[in-house]
């Protein structure tokens, strides 16, 4: 097992619309990812995937900087999110990536953390975890991706409304995690590590009614700033990123 630190982010959101995110996406690959072993992407990369036949420049371009990183030694993951659950085996392939599905359990280091998108805590919020169920069925997603691209852009853009108005009248605590539920999770993987997104609301909490040492480190999305986990042998630790522009000898971490 190489020294090379392990990297998670998770909830970029990429899109056309947003390219600085996109060019704070590619200046982390060239001055973080590209002396790791592996990158772990953690769900929501996308702040949309209709399918992987349905290709723009902006896919291929992320495709293409993904390769070129694989190419160069490191391992790169990519778990689905609430946003980019559609995203399949040949969109994986040609980013030189590999799918894993949740939960993950990740062995590195002498030691085991437990991966999650981190939606699936989110069971307060009963309108969400339905919807959640139904998209997720694989008989659902084989009958939208059958039909033709408009169709499925109509639907996603009529879900994404409704799914904003419904959020905009619901307590914050409901679209945070359900502490009972993370507490089941890290107890069934007998785990003390847990790492997920989904949120934005980037935090290290500690968990004693696990174990008195058990913690969960939850990533923030890109839309101001970046936001990474680091494991090495020696630590873990949660990057902030304040600069959107990101180079080695000039960023800014907390």
Same mark, same amino acid.
């Given at each position: 097992? /190489?020294?090379?630190?392990?990297?998670?982010?998770?909830?970029?959101?990429?899109?056309?619309?947003?390219?600085?995110?996109?060019?704070? &996406?590619? /200046?982390?690959?060239?001055?973080?990812?590209?002396?790791?072993?592996?990158?772990?992407?953690? *769900?929501?990369?996308?702040?949309?995937?209709?399918?992987?036949?349905?290709?723009?420049?902006?896919?291929?371009?992320?495709? *293409?900087?993904?390769?070129?990183?694989?190419?160069?030694?490191?391992?790169?993951?990519?778990?689905?999110?609430? %946003?980019? &659950?559609?995203?399949?085996?040949?969109?994986?392939?040609?980013?030189?990536?590999?799918?894993?599905?949740?939960?993950?359990?990740?062995?590195?280091?002498?030691?085991?953390?437990?991966?999650?998108?981190?939606?699936?805590?989110?069971?307060?919020?009963?309108?969400?975890? /339905?919807?959640?169920?139904?998209?997720?069925?694989?008989?659902?997603?084989?009958?939208?991706?059958? %039909?033709?691209?408009?169709? %499925?852009?109509?639907?996603?853009?009529?879900?994404?409304?409704?799914?904003?108005?419904?959020?905009?009248?619901?307590?914050?605590?409901?679209?945070?995690?359900?502490?009972?539920?993370?507490?089941?999770?890290?107890?069934?993987?007998?785990?003390?590590?847990?790492?997920?997104?989904?949120?934005?609301?980037?935090?290290?909490?500690?968990?004693?009614?696990?174990?008195?040492?058990?913690? %969960?480190?939850?990533? *923030?999305?890109?839309?101001? *700033?970046?936001?990474?986990?680091?494991?090495?042998?020696?630590?873990?630790?949660?990057?902030?990123?304040?600069?959107?522009?990101?180079?080695?000898?000039? /960023?800014?971490?907390?």
């Amino acid at each position: 097992m /190489s020294d090379k630190p392990i990297l998670f982010i998770s909830d970029l959101h990429l899109e056309p619309g947003r390219p600085d995110i996109s060019q704070a &996406f590619f /200046s982390f690959l060239d001055a973080f990812a590209v002396k790791a072993q592996a990158l772990y992407i953690l *769900g929501d990369f996308f702040n949309l995937w209709l399918g992987d036949d349905h290709v723009t420049e902006l896919s291929t371009q992320i495709a *293409g900087k993904l390769h070129a990183l694989s190419n160069a030694g490191v391992a790169i993951k990519l778990m689905h999110g609430n %946003r980019d &659950f559609l995203m399949g085996e040949s969109f994986a392939q040609s980013c030189g990536a590999e799918l894993i599905q949740e939960p993950y359990l990740l062995d590195a280091f002498d030691q085991q953390i437990l991966l999650l998108h981190g939606d699936v805590l989110c069971t307060r919020d009963h309108d969400y975890m /339905s919807f959640r169920q139904m998209v997720r069925d694989p008989k659902w997603q084989q009958e939208f991706l059958s %039909r033709p691209i408009d169709e %499925r852009i109509e639907f996603a853009t009529k879900a994404r409304k409704q799914s904003q108005s419904m959020s905009s009248n619901k307590a914050a605590d409901i679209m945070d995690v359900t502490p009972a539920d993370v507490t089941k999770t890290m107890l069934k993987h007998n785990i003390i590590t847990l790492i997920h997104g989904h949120t934005h609301r980037p935090a290290v909490h500690e968990h004693p009614k696990v174990y008195e040492s058990a913690v %969960r480190m939850v990533l *923030g999305d890109w839309d101001d *700033g970046g936001w990474y986990i680091s494991w090495t042998p020696e630590q873990l630790f949660l990057h902030k990123i304040d600069s959107p522009v990101i180079s080695d000898g000039n /960023s800014s971490l907390k």
